[in-house]
């Protein structure tokens, strides 16, 4: 093995550490990227890899737990009603009643907790979660949480990695400075 290809094989290895810190943390693992050397648009590209994969493994997996629990609910609902219920129209106004004359799927938002988050997605929109949600609740945080609440999965997406890239290069700027200020790397 040659200097070159040890010296590739070395550069590779960070910048994979640096995609699965950027999996794991999201926005904070820029500073981890400066930290093994790794030049600052090479850091950035790894972070945003990692924070894309897992923006989306995030985005999928709550719209698939959300489908399943919303499943098990009109299950479990109708099943009670069954065992109330004596004749078929007294089951249709008992599902209309339970489901407050909304689809099964609708219901994610109808307690108080649920109200408060309508009303927040309501003032700043997906446009704003999207910017805001990296910085207030992380980059897993934000996507699961916007997948609960139903916002359309292409459109999350495309606003939650638009506001990841903003504050990685926020983060990354500030980092660069602070290691330069210090002398650090």
Request: with cysteine.
């Amino acid at each position: 093995m040659t200097y070159t290809t040890l010296l590739e094989g070395i550069r590779m290895g960070r910048f994979v550490w640096t995609l699965l810190a950027g999996f794991a943390l999201g926005t904070p693992a820029v500073p981890l990227g400066l930290s093994l050397s790794l030049p600052g648009p090479i850091a950035l590209l790894a972070v945003l890899l990692g924070a894309a994969c897992c923006v989306v493994f995030a985005v999928f997996a709550m719209e698939r737990a959300r489908l399943h629990w919303n499943s098990w609910r009109v299950r479990w609902k109708s099943a009670a009603i069954r065992a109330d219920s004596t004749t078929a129209a007294d089951r249709k106004a008992a599902i209309g009643t339970i489901s407050g004359g909304r689809s099964a799927a609708d219901p994610r938002l109808s307690s108080p907790a649920g109200q408060r988050a309508r009303r927040v997605l309501a003032r700043f929109g997906v446009v704003g979660f999207g910017i805001l949600g990296p910085a207030l609740f992380g980059t897993w945080g934000s996507a699961l949480l916007g997948a609960a609440l139903g916002i359309p999965r292409w459109r999350l997406i495309r606003w939650l990695m638009i506001g990841v890239t903003l504050w990685c290069t926020v983060l990354l700027v500030a980092s660069d400075a602070a290691m330069g200020f210090f002398g650090i790397g």
